[in-house]
């Protein structure tokens, strides 16, 4: 293997990889495709300048939780969602709630979600949560039974296209905070 | 099951029609109660259709609405959650509660509303935030992820056995011969050709059989299985059998020689 030596040559090598990544690949996944000869800083500055020699393509270069990876523009997804029409896979709202409580609220337990939705959690719900590896248990709450604390994973903030928690819309946007209790 | 009206009764009146904003065809009735979420789902739901104020929710009218659809669906048996019967409870709890006579400092805490307020707006804002999230774009359904075709060469060739590795499983069947060893005298006839073909015509109806399998005869008597050790050698030798292993110290195959000799 020869040495890279222009700027082109390093965001060629950076492109080929992500685009036959198929799923995220982290900065120091990317360090690794030069051997150590690669600073942080010059490595983001050239992901920065790829996203920009695709911004008139059809993919996206986009930054989510678990690192860097291309995908299709939002004006094709429509097209490419016919490909597969099987797999729209909707969860029930029991499913959402529960997702939203974890999301908002993490680390919660189950108590902490029947608290909130009024009803008793099914086992279901969360085996379908953790089966999608949106959440997982991180820790159990020092109480009698010692019930575990879901919270949410990496893989669900890169599914919705999210560095971070901070990126979910913020909560006070469902509350209605601004209306005080008494008159 | 048909749902008759007249045993509901709303604010002490008997109805002797669902009320227009309620008509649901019977039929639908139960898929239509089983959407709720759950007891504070069904609050909600009476509080919005109803454009009661939730931060002063006439707790009379509600609980009497609740407990008309609780019973609706008692009525088509639909299994009723201990948590429906709960909130009944509670319900008629607050009630009473805002009956006694009130302290002269009304506070907000006071008022036995709160806790149940507190908890419809903290579901309720649950609620949207779980519409939100389900409106969002995802990974594998609106968003698609680019995974150009890569092939990934890498060639794995299975390791080569060397002797020390057979000596070694040998060794291993010799010690595992010595648990159940007859002493037997006088002369076996046994033939290295016999075991060869016997070996052959096993691993051409098991196509590959592990080392250590070949060992487990009924009769394993030390003689014997020296002559089959022999026998894999000299298929070994003839090249009709190839011998492969994974990775060092991983059980040992035996498998045909692929070849025009079939």
Redesign the interface.
Known sequence: MRDLNSIGEMKQVLEAALLTAGAPLSLDDLLKLFAGKMERTTLRMLLDELKQDWADKTLDLVQVASGYRFQAKAEYSEYIARLNPDRQLKYSRAVMETLAIIAYRQPVTRGDIEQIRGVAVNPNIIRQLQEREWIDVVGQREVPGRPSLYATTKFFLDDLNLRSLAELPPFEEFTQAEIPLSE | MLLTTNEIKINGETLSALPQDLYIPPDALEVYLETF?????LLLYLIRKHNLDI?DIPMAQLTVQYMGYVEKMKIIKLEL???YLL?SAMLIEIKSRMLLPKPTEVT?EDDPR?EL?R?L??????????????A???????????????EHISQVKPPEVSLDDLLEAWKNVLKRAKLNQHHKLGRAELSVREHMSQILRRLNTEKMVAFSALFEMDDAALPKLVVHFLAILELAKEGLIRITQQAAFSPIYLQLHSGPAE
């Open positions: 979420e759950g007891p504070l789902d931060l959650a201990a948590d909130m907000e709160a307020v908890r707006m903290e579901y309720e804002a649950i609620k949207l935030a779980a519409q939100r999230l389900d969002m774009p995802t990974v594998g359904a609106e968003i698609q992820v680019a995974s150009a075709y890569y």
